[in-house]
């Protein structure tokens, strides 16, 4: 039979034991939500599909980020990719199907996305980039108008296949003609993943931060 001094010095050991293990089990759980990926829930009350079917590929979702200014929050996006990327470089020279999926969170007029895809191109590229995909950014424009106002709910997808090119669609319905080349769909990316992104919050996201 224990004595009454070993049953003490026993229970005084076990507490801070399962005080231990009870702490430890919380941390894992902690880093299980962190590492969970990018697909896995929602974002604004957003939530994206896990993986997107585009030029006959199954793309999966490399990560999603928010768009905001001061205290207005614009629009959630995600990127899908044939591979999962966590670094730009990779994310832009990355061949094959890609789609950008941009999610209103409040009225948005198209000529402020027109204007911020002018300013990003200008901002990650050079005069002679800009002068040389001029006809192409007109095009960009035009597809962009004719997506109109967006508002919560709907859907912006650009989405980029080798035989189609660039093609703008809103809430499934292609806007404007194809853009041709997959160096002007890098041109699109680089206003969320080039050097000086749109939002560097949404450019983390959008990699898997």
Known sequence: MLSASRLSFRAA???PLRAALKGAAVAFAAFALCAAPAGAGEIEGVRFDDAARLGGKELPLNGTGLRSGFVIKGYVAALYLPERARNATVALGTPGPKRLQIRPLREVESDTFVKTLNEGMRENHSELQVRM??????QLAQAMNQVGTARRGD???????????????MNGIP??????????YQAVLRIF???????????RGLLGD
Request: glycine fraction near 8%; aromatic fraction near 6%.
């Open 13 to 15: 050991f076990r507490a």
């Open 133 to 138: 995909m001029s006809d192409r950014m007109t």
């Open 155 to 169: 859907i912006i997808n650009l989405d980029f296949t080798p035989d189609a090119g660039t093609v703008i669609a």
């Open 175 to 184: 806007r404007g003609r194809p853009i041709p080349g997959e160096d002007f």
């Open 193 to 203: 993943l080039g050097e000086h992104p749109v939002d560097r919050d949404l450019k």
